[in-house]
């Protein structure tokens, strides 16, 4: 192999952060040019000897001490020896894109049920301290980039993601669905939480953006129809027909709910259908008798306008299927015979 008499890295990879030079055949007079941006690490049996700053080097034992050390044969002024030049991009990388692999799960304070959430963002490092960053990730790869970075640590990003989020959610009691306005605070605290860890590697965290929080898709569409049923027992709670409407509303609630986890309801779905197996027993039937007091025997009088609100609410329990078309009538010219 011809000896080298100049060694230079121009990247063209924006990602890029380490490239290790293809020979080892250098000499005495050999000229190591090193960019702005750049260090030049040279690795002589997997030992990093000294490393050399941006300008134009040539190799002399006059200025660079560690080459007496591999030169033990005089060749006169091209004295030729073998050794190892890595060059280290030093610019900042700052759209390192992240996100979570798989949903982490959340109990959310407003609604009290579990919930999935996802989330994604950019992060941006720099290599500070080259000779721990090769020792230590890059080894005997002969070239590292933002990628491989990104995938040696996405793990303990998403760990701390799911620690501050948590906190943030219980701790704090904000609900997933106003916790977008904190993106910044969150973002402070994973950036605090992760930065030590980066540095031990020779790493600097130069950014850190929680971009968005979101909630599957298809978990979205439950929360969404139980968070319906909910307001609708809420306003059907306070006409006067005592407690017992509002609890029969709550069952269809739980019901519903409990059905949809059957196409994917997630966390929420598989929650309540637990529950509602719980609950499955209730005589239904003898409970809507019991609380809304429609029974035939009842002896009190009652007035034209609360006949009329019983027929109401008597014919919307028949539309919602809560009660049988014979049960129905049966109760309607009961009610009627007391106008």
Same mark, same amino acid.
């Given at each position: 192999?011809?000896? @080298?008499?100049r060694?230079?890295?121009n990247?063209?990879?924006?990602g890029?952060?380490?490239?290790?030079?293809p020979?080892e055949?250098l000499?005495?007079?050999?000229e190591?040019?090193?960019?702005q941006?750049?260090?030049?690490?040279?690795?002589k +049996? =997997? #030992?990093?000897?000294?490393?050399l700053?941006p300008g134009r080097h040539?190799?002399?034992?006059n200025?660079?001490p560690?080459l007496?050390?591999?030169?033990?044969l /005089?060749f006169? =002024?091209?004295? !030729?020896?073998?050794?190892?030049i890595w060059?280290?991009?030093?610019?900042?990388k700052r759209?390192i894109k992240w +996100?979570? !692999?798989? !949903?982490?799960?959340? @109990?959310? /304070?407003k609604?009290?049920? /579990?919930?999935?959430?996802?989330?994604? +963002?950019?992060w941006?490092?720099r290599?500070?301290d080259?000779?721990?960053? &090769?020792?230590?990730?890059?080894?005997?790869m /002969? #070239?590292a980039n933002?990628? &491989?970075v990104?995938?040696?640590?996405?793990?303990?990003?998403?760990?701390h %993601?799911a620690?501050?989020?948590a906190?943030?959610?219980t701790?704090?009691?904000?609900?997933?669905?106003?916790?977008n306005?904190? %993106?910044?605070?969150?973002?402070?605290l994973?950036a605090?939480?992760?930065?030590?860890e980066?540095?031990?590697?020779g @790493?600097?965290?130069?950014?850190?953006?929680?971009?968005?929080?979101?909630i !599957?898709?298809?978990? &979205?569409?439950? @929360?969404q129809?139980?968070l319906?049923k909910?307001?609708?027992?809420?306003?059907l709670?306070?006409i006067?027909?005592?407690?017992?409407?509002?609890t029969?509303?709550?069952?269809e609630? &739980? $019901?519903?709910a409990?059905?949809n986890?059957?196409?994917?309801?997630g966390a929420?779905?598989?929650?309540?259908a637990?529950?509602i197996?719980?609950g499955?027993?209730l005589?239904? =039937?003898?409970e809507?008798?019991?609380k809304?007091?429609l029974?035939p025997?009842?002896?009190?009088a009652?007035g034209?306008?609360?006949v009329k609100?019983k027929?109401?609410? %008597?014919k919307?329990?028949?539309d919602?299927?809560?009660?049988? $078309?014979?049960?129905f009538?049966?109760?309607?010219r009961?009610l009627l015979?007391?106008?």
């Amino acid at each position: 192999m011809a000896l @080298i008499d100049r060694t230079k890295f121009n990247s063209t990879d924006e990602g890029s952060l380490v490239w290790k030079y293809p020979s080892e055949e250098l000499t005495l007079g050999t000229e190591v040019i090193v960019n702005q941006s750049q260090e030049a690490v040279f690795v002589k +049996g =997997g #030992e990093a000897l000294d490393i050399l700053g941006p300008g134009r080097h040539t190799l002399t034992t006059n200025n660079i001490p560690f080459l007496s050390k591999l030169i033990n044969l /005089p060749f006169g =002024g091209h004295t !030729p020896f073998t050794a190892e030049i890595w060059y280290v991009n030093k610019t900042a990388k700052r759209d390192i894109k992240w +996100g979570t !692999p798989s !949903p982490i799960q959340v @109990i959310d /304070p407003k609604l009290g049920f /579990p919930i999935s959430i996802r989330s994604f +963002g950019l992060w941006g490092i720099r290599v500070i301290d080259s000779r721990s960053f &090769m020792l230590q990730l890059v080894g005997s790869m /002969p #070239e590292a980039n933002a990628d &491989m970075v990104d995938r040696f640590f996405i793990g303990l990003i998403n760990q701390h %993601l799911a620690t501050v989020l948590a906190k943030a959610v219980t701790a704090n009691e904000i609900s997933i669905f106003s916790i977008n306005a904190i %993106l910044d605070d969150l973002s402070s605290l994973v950036a605090k939480a992760v930065e030590g860890e980066l540095r031990r590697f020779g @790493i600097e965290l130069v950014n850190f953006d929680i971009r968005s929080i979101n909630i !599957p898709e298809e978990e &979205m569409s439950t @929360i969404q129809d139980v968070l319906k049923k909910k307001m609708e027992a809420k306003e059907l709670s306070t006409i006067e027909i005592g407690q017992g409407y509002a609890t029969i509303k709550s069952f269809e609630i &739980m $019901k519903s709910a409990a059905e949809n986890s059957s196409d994917g309801g997630g966390a929420v779905g598989g929650m309540l259908a637990a529950g509602i197996g719980l609950g499955a027993g209730l005589p239904l =039937g003898q409970e809507l008798g019991q609380k809304v007091n429609l029974s035939p025997t009842s002896g009190k009088a009652h007035g034209e306008n609360e006949v009329k609100d019983k027929l109401r609410q %008597l014919k919307e329990l028949f539309d919602d299927g809560l009660i049988s $078309k014979v049960q129905f009538e049966e109760k309607q010219r009961n009610l009627l015979d007391e106008l």
